[in-house]
């Protein structure tokens, strides 16, 4: 039976209940509710399932509920396949380009949905054809762990506020390790460039409470997370909270992706390009500063982590070389560009064939969300309309990285 709750989420999101599959996150789930209950704190925790891919809290009365999106995991899966596992920056073009057809579509901007719809859907880089590597499992499994454990936490402190004096301790220690190499860049590079200075490192003092609240957050989920992980598991051997550690890193990482994506969306769809810049470089401010902030718990916190220091900063090192190069500079240059209002130049291609199609009649807007649905594989149907918008008559995505390459020039 749905509750109002259950209703709720019907009724804001588009959702796909019957893909909900409560078997991946049975022992997350148990996890976060045995964190809850430690501390005195009774709490209901659903999946949901919806185009939105966002966990949230939501109360009514004087009750909360914490959905945790289950497709949200989907997409982290897939994102982890592309740090992981891609040959080409294509991929992430291919998938950037889902992730924005899904979004427009439920705002409602159908043509450019339409366009990002058949970027994703006529080109051959499928994720599903790439060769496994053995790391990725473990990756997701922490991913989603940290992140219902994460939402979890949100609650926790809400009603517990004095529990994070136990973190103080830890965010002195992370503030003081940022004055440092704050001084140490100031001295390389002088302070007259106050921008290049904090993406080197944040100014602590200038931190606000919800960003400091979300690191705490962080650092519960990591913790537990970490701990969860017992030595020489059966499953991952030694390494075990090596890989649950190095998970949450990419959980934050990946989240970045799916965050300043979806927001790109809203701002473009609503014609609010204005404040979204400066809002997107503080989620993108914020991140980064999250990020770090869980780089230095894997190579300080001693409960941690058990493998010796230089191959886990090695291993750091390389992830997140992968994930600036084969998903950060083609989401985020994507995004940058159609903020920038540039959508037309950088899918041109496929604008005019949507558009062919449009003023041709052969596709009547007001009915093509079905189509977008189904060409984002939302929707499973194939029908004529659809293999006719998938011929492979565009541009190729190494036409498609050039051009984003001489963007970012
Ligand atoms: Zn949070």
New binding site residues.
Partial sequence: MKDSFDKYIDATRRTLSSNIAPIHYKEHIKLALISARTVGIKLDIRLCYTSERRSEAVRHGHKDVVFIDQYLGQTLSNLARIVHESTSTAFALNYTAKMFAEHLRAHGKLREALVCARVHSQDDTKLRHLPKKGRRGASIFFQERFLVL??TY?FILKEKPLLRHSVNEVIEDYFDFLRRSRAENQEIFGDDDPKILNMLAADPDKLSIGLIN?MV?DFFAFSVCVNSVSHGSKILGRDGKYLAAIGCLEALKSSQVVNVIRDTARYYSRNEIDEASSNLQDVMHDYQVRGRFMNWLCNTEPRGVMRSDQSLVEDIDSYLENYHDKLGVVAFTICEAILDGKFEDIFSADVEFVDGLLSSDQVDLNNSSEVIDVMTNWLPQERPLIEKLQKNEGESSSKYIKRLRQMLK
């Fill in positions: 994460h939402e949100h979300e957050c």
